[in-house]
């Protein structure tokens, strides 16, 4: 759930477009749903269930464009980035049915990043060798800042999944499509239809709604 996300997202960038791939990350609060009602884990409220199917018709409404304005992505990408969610989504589920007792959000988080760093290690070693790793020497400030950031990322990531359970933890694929979307547009020169963008307003509004709705269960 950290190792195939991250390698899909970075494959998939380039064709998609980072704002677009970013949006693939709203349908991991769905999958998460249904396979948490399947597997009788936890059930939101009727409020948090509205706040998701808002999100969702957010999230369909920017996937009908398939990317940047006048560039249509690659139905094999979007196939692609459409896996994102779904290991997401598993591993979601997992880290509720099976979270270790007498463990706090910071070892799951080291742990479990560290096992992923393996896991994609191995795997562009084995297939690309070690020149892969040349070109980030011309990026160091890119490199840094990637690690910092996903570093952080895990320590919040365990925490809200200890605090709301796996599908309020999915809710940040909400959160995650909009901010892809904003920098894509202002650091990246990406350029979306007006669909997309009415889409990521009512993404956002759905997040709102089910924010409202964990704060209401609480």
Do not use: C
């Not at 991250?6 to 396979?35: E, R, W």
């Not at 409220?45 to 990317?67: E, K, P, Q, S, Y």
């Not at 692609?80 to 290991?87: H, N």
Request: glycine share 12%; charged share 5%.
């Amino acid at each position: 759930s950290y190792a195939v996300p991250n390698l899909l997202m970075f494959s998939a960038i380039p064709h998609l477009g980072a704002g677009y791939t970013g949006i693939m990350f709203t349908l991991s609060p769905v999958i998460t749903l249904v396979f948490s009602i399947l597997l009788r884990v936890r059930r939101p409220n009727m409020l948090g269930i509205v706040g998701i199917a808002v999100g969702f018709v957010g999230a369909v409404m920017v996937a009908v464009t398939r990317g940047e304005a006048g560039q249509p992505a690659d139905l094999f990408w979007v196939a692609m980035g459409l896996l994102i969610p779904v290991s997401l989504a598993a591993g979601n589920i997992y880290r509720t049915v099976d979270w270790p007792d007498g463990t706090g959000p910071i070892e799951l988080a080291v742990g479990s990043h560290l096992a992923s760093a393996a896991m994609l290690l191995a795997g562009i070693l084995l297939l690309f060798g070690g020149e892969a790793f040349a070109p980030l020497g011309g990026v160091p400030l890119v490199v840094v800042a990637q690690v910092a950031s996903a570093s952080a990322m895990f320590a919040f990531f365990f925490r809200l999944q200890a605090v709301g359970g796996p599908v309020y933890l999915s809710q940040i694929g909400y959160v995650a499509a909009a901010v892809g979307l904003f920098a894509g547009t202002i650091f990246l020169g990406e350029h979306y239809q007006l669909l997309t963008w009415a889409g990521a307003l009512i993404i956002t509004a759905g997040v709102f709604i089910t924010t409202r709705a964990q704060s209401q269960k609480a």
